[in-house]
């Protein structure tokens, strides 16, 4: 089952529709000749970097040395468990090398999303995501320069703990991570926040627990149920977290769930997408016509596009929003949960590039 979701994760990777500047590896390959690996300069700050990067069948990838030869790291690596654990800042990364992917596991999370990984003239290569996903970074594609730029980003003051549920019946497994938060100034704000992940959590197990009685009778084989999630947004006094999850009870395939919350740190308000784009009252027919057009290609068989619900699923990226759709709502089950990133600055051209919150 394991490796069936790293599956799943790719496939939702290839199809997924978000043409943004951090996804720097999608912007890059339009330079680049993507059939075989290229060089690619990558800086810090406007700064050249010693290591450089590459582009392979359609995905930037780093050095793994980049990480302690110019971010300055710490790192230890295993070459009997083909492991490699890096220290940045309270954070504790330990990575495994797999054949062609690298899982993570983040202060005791094990991340649902693997890394492509490249292994080209004995070094170890992993996907740039890894780091602007875990490191606090952004990386954007510069045309001007041909080159991918890494920013640091100053993330929120708060230290992320894992929590894990594992949970066994006649008729089904359950297993669940979620997120718990420490170092809030306010204590309870911090354990408002706190609560709703758990009771999430909570809720999942009390529902598959529910929904599987009886299964192994009638099936003869326990249900699987998973869930996790993927912070993706950590900066500015609010979190953007979203939560997965994996339903197999049978059949090719499991049914994939998706979720998620933007926080405000500062405050506990958990923001609807009308909380965050209503100064224009028009937001609603931009992101329509963008995802009419990018979406047309994608769509199922005789299935139209109809426009985002009253309460649209959403979840803060980098300086803007991202609008996303359930599988089979629209597109077929290969192309996992279509995604739609819009900037706040196209979407709310009077604030002058400053944030809603």
């Known amino acids: 089952m394991k490796n069936w979701l790293r599956l799943l994760a790719l496939l939702v990777g290839c199809f997924t529709v978000l043409p943004h500047t951090s996804y720097a590896a999608t912007i890059a390959t339009q330079q680049q000749d993507t059939k075989l690996a290229s060089s690619i300069q990558l800086t810090l700050d406007g700064k050249p970097l010693i290591s450089k990067g590459i582009v392979k069948d359609g995905s930037t990838l780093v050095p793994l040395h980049l990480l302690s030869k110019d971010l300055n790291l710490e790192m230890d690596h295993n070459p009997a468990l083909k ?60 045309g001007k320069t041909k080159t991918v730029d890494l920013t640091k980003i100053q993330e929120n003051d708060v230290t992320w703990l894992n929590q894990k549920i594992d949970e066994s019946t006649k008729d089904a497994t359950i297993t669940v991570q979620y997120p718990q938060l420490s170092g809030l100034k306010d204590a309870g704000i911090q354990e408002q926040i706190n609560s709703l992940f758990e009771k999430e959590a909570k809720s999942y197990v009390a529902n598959a627990k529910e929904a599987s009685k009886g299964a192994y009778n009638d099936v003869g084989f326990q249900y699987e149920y998973t869930s996790n999630y993927d912070i993706k947004y950590n900066t500015n006094h609010v979190i953007s977290v979203i939560l997965w999850s994996n339903e197999y009870t049978g059949g090719a395939h499991g049914m994939p769930g998706q979720w998620s919350y933007t926080i405000n740190l500062e405050t506990g308000k958990v923001y609807k997408l009308d909380d965050l784009l209503a100064s224009n009252p028009n937001y609603k027919e931009m992101i329509n016509a963008k995802i009419k057009q990018e979406i047309k290609p994608l769509l199922m068989p005789d299935v139209e596009f109809n426009g985002i619900r009253e ?47």
């Open 311 to 357: 309460e649209p699923s959403f979840y803060v990226k980098d300086d803007g929003v991202v609008v996303y759709f359930g599988v089979y709502e629209y597109t077929p089950y290969a192309v996992g949960f279509p995604e739609f990133y819009m900037p706040f600055s196209t979407l709310l051209p009077d604030l002058h590039d400053k944030l809603p919150f």
């Open 83 to 142: 492991t490699v654990t890096i220290h940045p800042g309270d954070k504790k990364i330990v990575l495994k090398l797999e054949e062609e992917f690298v899982a993570a596991n983040v202060n005791g999370h094990d991340l649902w999303d693997s890394y492509e990984r490249v292994n080209m003239n004995g070094n170890n290569y992993v996907a740039l995501r890894f780091i602007t996903d875990n490191l606090g970074y952004r990386a954007a594609w510069n």
